[in-house]
């Protein structure tokens, strides 16, 4: 079983709301992982948590806030968003921490937008 | 700075009709390859990992190759079904697990 899974599949907020993604997977993996995606663009990657450690941060906007309770699950919290934040956000998950050239494995996204 | 060019960048094929998609990085040492599948709206799915040159790996209608400087996807008599956007995205060294994609190639396979 390879399922990352991610909620809401949709999500529509206003600029000054605040609102959180989810991500889950009980495939027992140690990496975690959050992409940016916007229209017919590649993924980008903007955080990376290691042992729910975070460990890398794309130099993303404070704006945006992860969180990762547990081996299982991550979070995104977003909080004062910009129109221009509108973008599929995916998360993807790897078995080992990040110092592997393990294959990562996305979930179906969650789809935002901004107004 | 890691690039990762993928060409071409659409490609309409008939049913049947075999081709092949590049991949071509410029990176100071690669750790692994990754060729990736993405339907409209989806996340990414996985399809081959590559780590060295002249590695090649098979999946149905789909081989992946891999050289020094570029990888290739073959698709070998194609169906509508394998219409999608391919992504391949490299790891270097010294990065730890951070991928690098390359804008992909959008394929569409006709009747």
């Known amino acids: 079983d390879t399922e990352v899974t991610q909620t809401p599949k949709h999500l529509v907020m206003g600029m000054t709301n605040k609102k959180s993604l989810k991500c889950e997977q009980h495939m027992g993996h140690r990496a975690m992982y959050w992409y940016k995606q916007k229209a017919k663009k590649p993924p980008e990657l903007m955080f990376v948590?290691?042992?729910?450690?975070?460990?890398i941060n794309e130099s993303v906007p404070s704006r945006f806030s992860p969180e990762c309770p547990n081996s299982s699950l991550l979070n995104l919290h977003l909080h004062a968003l910009q129109p221009e934040d509108s973008a599929l956000y995916l998360c993807?998950?790897?078995?080992?921490?990040?110092?592997?050239?393990?294959?990562?494995?996305f979930g179906p996204g969650t789809r935002l937008t901004v107004l | 700075e890691d690039q990762v060019t993928q060409s071409p960048e659409a490609l309409r094929l008939q049913e049947g009709e075999s081709s092949s998609l590049n991949c071509s990085y410029t990176v100071s040492g690669l750790r692994g390859l990754f060729w990736y599948r993405q339907d409209p709206g989806k996340g990414p799915e996985f399809l081959f990992t590559?780590?060295?040159a002249g590695e090649e790996k098979e999946k149905e209608r789909l081989k992946a190759t891999l050289t020094k400087k570029e990888s290739f996807l073959h698709i070998t008599a194609p169906k509508p079904e394998d219409s999608a956007t391919y992504l391949c995205a490299v790891q270097e060294t010294g990065t730890a697990s951070k991928l690098t994609f390359g804008t992909g190639t959008r394929l569409q396979v006709t009747l």
């Open positions: 993807a998950s790897s078995p080992r921490g990040q110092i592997t050239t393990d294959t990562q494995y």
């Open positions: 948590y290691s042992y729910e450690k975070l460990s």
């Open positions: 590559l780590y060295s």
